[in-house]
């Protein structure tokens, strides 16, 4: 009886969590869409989003292209086709790694920084102070952040992308001998621009449900500075999980989308 008590107040929890998170979702996009807000926070946050995300994900870029190339290359020596190095690392970066990657350093990142400012703030009563001043704490705090995210994550893994593709170009030409214009014109054959654009569609996403999901936990943060650290765990960790479902949820639509646009 113990478990099964335990079981349904757990479910319970959830429903309850997921209710609220709805409420939370459905009234900062009334607050964007009615109330008036700064351009200035948009500029701060963007800034904080993007900018100070760049080096992070350039150092990250440079690696993972490099890995990539490298294994690829192996791969690919097997069968005396290198020179595929560069179609195989310009689909997998631009549909997946790219936007993947860079929502995962993102929401450690600045994710993370987000539900830990917005949960302080809680747990000091300062979102009360902004109620009594008359200023929506969603509208204040948390669209920005979101409308931040949105805009400046496809950026960031433009930036990764081709970071991306000039270290696995690298290694392709100093380690496996492939030739750079081989390695440019395997890419123009196998590669589209809608590949382009589904990564950054994706990337998109994941920062609109990253940055959601942490102004979520820091707004309902409760007990104080412990409180605080336990939200923002759950933020990251509960950010992650949604997009790697997501990623795969959006990658199976985005295949059966073209599949019956071939066929």
Do not use: H
Not at 27 to 39: A, E, H, K, M, N
Not at 146 to 174: C, D
Not at 211 to 218: D, I, K, N
């Amino acid at each position: 009886m113990d478990f099964v008590s335990s079981f349904g107040l757990r479910v319970i929890q959830i429903i309850e969590g997921f209710g609220r998170f709805l409420d939370f979702s459905v009234g900062t996009i009334l607050d964007f869409v009615r109330r008036p807000y700064s351009f200035r926070l948009f500029i701060e946050q963007m800034e904080f989003v993007g900018n100070k995300s760049v080096f992070i994900v350039i150092l990250s870029a440079v690696l993972v292209g490099s890995i990539f190339g490298l294994q690829l290359g192996y791969i690919f020596r097997i069968f005396g086709t290198e020179s595929m190095i560069g179609a195989a690392a310009g689909i997998a970066l631009s549909r997946e790694m790219a936007p993947v990657f860079t929502a995962f350093l993102v929401t450690g990142r600045a994710g993370s920084a987000m539900a830990a400012e917005i949960g302080s703030m809680r747990v000091g009563e300062q979102l009360d102070a902004l109620r009594v001043m008359s200023i929506s704490p969603r509208s204040y705090l948390v669209m920005p952040r979101i409308v931040a995210s949105v805009v400046m994550l496809p950026l960031l893994s433009g930036i990764f992308l081709l970071v991306g593709m000039v270290a696995a170009m690298f290694i392709a030409i100093y380690l496996f001998q492939v030739p750079g214009a081989i390695f440019l014109d395997k890419i123009t054959w196998v590669c589209k621009w809608s590949d382009l654009l589904i990564g950054l569609q994706k990337a998109a996403f994941f920062g609109l449900v990253y940055s959601t999901v942490s102004c979520f936990f820091g707004f309902y943060t409760q007990g104080g500075a412990e409180g605080v650290g336990r939200a923002t765990t759950r933020s990251v960790v509960i950010s992650l999980f949604i997009i790697i479902l997501a990623d795969f949820v959006l990658s199976y639509a985005f295949f059966d989308i073209n599949d019956k646009i071939l066929n």
